[in-house]
């Protein structure tokens, strides 16, 4: 006989190839749950006691996120950040997006003159609508 086959039909050799989707689909979905645990990291990193309010609204979704911790560091979109490096940020994304929002979270330990500081700062190049990041409370009910 000219081929391998046996008598039956059927190929004695080894089957060599490897089949490589379903490794690329475990990659991906492993990928995936790096991305989403990354960010949860990355908030988990940012600790601020927010001061609570009965009236707080819904999160904003915004451009320029500033954090300001009990001691004072300040945190531009999750990265360490200093005023300079914040209103050099501010005015850039300012001048190319003029509909540009920040929402300044700060711990409720911090003085009260360092978050209009902010606030000053964000005006000052160019961004007209801010919000102060609040945990919302529980309304009592009653008088």
Same mark, same amino acid.
Do not use: H, W
């Given at each position: 006989?000219? $081929?391998?086959?046996?008598?039956?039909?059927?190929?004695?050799?080894?089957?060599?190839?490897?089949?490589?989707?379903?490794? *690329?689909?475990?990659?991906? *979905?492993?990928?995936?749950?790096?991305?989403?645990?990354? !960010?949860?990291?990355?908030?988990? %990193?940012? *600790?601020? =006691?927010?001061?609570?309010?009965?009236?707080?609204?819904?999160?904003?979704?915004?451009?320029?996120?500033?954090?300001?911790?009990?001691?004072?560091?300040?945190?531009? =979109?999750?990265?360490?950040?200093?005023?300079?490096?914040? $209103?050099?940020?501010?005015?850039?994304?300012?001048?190319? =997006?003029?509909?540009?929002?920040?929402?300044?979270?700060?711990?409720?330990?911090?003085?009260?003159?360092?978050?209009?500081?902010? !606030?000053?700062?964000?005006?000052? =190049?160019?961004? %007209?609508?801010?919000?102060?990041?609040?945990?919302?409370?529980?309304?009592?009910? $009653?008088?």
């Amino acid at each position: 006989m000219a $081929g391998s086959t046996n008598g039956n039909g059927e190929d004695e050799g080894l089957l060599a190839t490897i089949n490589i989707i379903p490794f *690329v689909d475990i990659v991906l *979905v492993l990928l995936i749950i790096f991305m989403l645990t990354s !960010i949860a990291i990355v908030r988990a %990193s940012m *600790v601020v =006691n927010l001061p609570k309010a009965a009236t707080g609204g819904a999160r904003v979704e915004s451009t320029v996120n500033i954090v300001c911790n009990k001691d004072g560091t300040l945190m531009l =979109n999750g990265a360490s950040s200093n005023k300079e490096e914040i $209103g050099k940020f501010v005015k850039r994304e300012s001048a190319r =997006n003029p509909k540009l929002q920040a929402v300044i979270a700060a711990d409720k330990g911090v003085e009260y003159g360092n978050v209009v500081d902010l !606030i000053d700062l964000v005006k000052r =190049n160019g961004v %007209s609508a801010f919000a102060l990041d609040v945990e919302r409370e529980m309304a009592a009910s $009653g008088p």
